[in-house]
């Protein structure tokens, strides 16, 4: 059986490793699984439970025997702290409130529709005011609201005496760990965490990412010392803490640059004449001596596309066109990147058509609206000639260039 993990006197990581193939959020592979982590915070006067989890892959049943080990039931939880509402961390609430109606419920003033919403909950909710303070006995919260990390209702609770950030879905990671803190990881797990934390906030935050630097000054402006930064996703950070805060923020400041010196190349191809081109592209980048992540869809799934290029300073586009439009999978990588707000990459096309094009056309909307560099495209009817490939080499070797020496 799964056993809690001390953070520091009566403060507890009780959790859950999501095996699941499940996808997160409904879209997002997980290969990997995710943890959810909730917190436990034995106080002189209160006994305090920060999130929940949702019913998953037996999560809720290891939550509740981890609590038991530690001598509590749901019914003994005086005050629930619901740092963000989205169903992760919210899933189990009503079965909780059944079972223990008089608890408090300690969470933003955004959060009081999303409770009756979600799960009818509309008594003994405490909206907090950002900065706010809970004496829970030996032991003192304090409340800063920090909307849009990830939804507009999110806040962190922070434990002043041992300097613990619950940061619920900031700072997180996809994928499961043995160990419960950043500095007990071997090297198979701190590789995982490392591609695992990029996708998950390529997924999930990027979005966001004004939002998680305007989050991370309020806390420094606060001058909030941190000892530990305990998510609902992934890791506990105790040995250096602001290593990740750090990495969160470098994550955020690529929404607007400077990004690595990297390019993504992603590309499809039906009957293999748009694919003549990649070892054309490979090779330019190669030669201007440009790391390049090389993708192709839809084999691979677009939640990966989006983690490389996000930290990517260029993003290499190569489909043909299908039915008077882009190949359908290289639309749904274009529209989730222009969810997540991409802007500012340099970019260039390449691809076929049959008896007519149309893929251009499209590709051109996206990448205004993303407001892209646009180095140029390489359309072709059929199959690439000598001059097509010598024209994709040269734009993509400038590009390459551009960016080494931007
Ligand atoms: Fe982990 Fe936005 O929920």
Redesign the pocket.
């Known amino acids: 059986m799964q056993k809690p993990d001390e953070l520091a006197r009566s403060v507890y990581r009780v959790s859950a490793k999501i095996g699941s193939k499940d996808l997160f959020e409904g879209i997002w592979p997980i290969p990997q699984g995710v943890m959810l982590n909730a917190y436990v915070l034995k106080g002189e006067k209160k006994n305090v439970l920060i999130d929940l989890v949702k019913d998953w892959d037996g999560a809720c049943d290891a939550i509740e025997g981890q609590m038991r080990q530690l001598g509590l039931r749901v019914s003994d939880i005086d005050v629930l702290v619901i740092n963000?509402m989205?169903p992760?961390?919210t899933g189990s609430l009503a079965s909780l409130v059944a079972k223990n109606p008089n608890v408090e419920i300690y969470a933003t003033d955004k959060s009081v529709p999303l409770l009756k919403a979600f799960y009818g909950v509309t008594t003994n909710i405490h909206p907090v005011k950002d900065g706010e303070t809970l004496d829970i006995g030996g032991r003192t919260l304090q409340f800063f609201v920090t909307p849009n990390v990830?939804?507009p209702e999110t806040m962190m609770t922070y434990d002043i005496e041992d300097q613990i950030l619950f940061s619920?879905?900031a700072f997180?990671a996809y994928g499961r760990y043995d160990h419960c803190f950043h500095d007990e990881l071997d090297r198979e797990e701190l590789a995982l965490l490392s591609t695992e934390t990029e996708r998950y906030y390529a997924n999930?935050v990027a979005a966001f990412s004004p939002f998680v630097t305007r989050a991370i000054k309020k806390l420094s402006d606060a001058k909030v010392g941190l000892r530990m930064v305990a998510p609902?996703?992934g890791v506990v950070w105790r040995k250096d803490p602001l290593e990740v805060v750090d990495w969160y923020a470098r994550l955020a400041g690529y929404a607007t640059g400077p990004r690595e010196k990297e390019i993504t190349l992603v590309w499809s191809s039906m009957y293999g004449n748009t694919e003549c081109m990649v070892e054309t592209i490979r090779k330019a980048v190669s030669d201007a001596g440009v790391i390049l992540h090389e993708i192709r869809i839809p084999q691979t799934h677009v939640s990966y596309v989006l983690e490389k290029a996000w930290r990517s300073s260029g993003v290499i586009f190569g489909m043909p066109t299908y039915s008077y439009k882009m190949f359908p999978p290289m639309y749904d990588v274009m529209d989730e990147m222009e969810r997540s707000r991409f802007t500012g990459r340099k970019t260039m096309r390449f691809g076929s058509f049959g008896w007519s094009g149309g893929a251009q056309k499209q590709f051109d909307e996206f990448i205004d609206t993303m407001k892209f560099e646009h180095e140029g495209n390489v359309e072709f009817q059929g199959h690439p000639t000598e001059e097509d490939k010598k024209k994709a080499y040269d734009m993509a070797f400038k590009l390459a260039m551009e960016i080494k020496n931007g």
């Open positions: 963000h989205e992760d961390h990830h939804w619920c879905d997180g999930i609902s996703h």
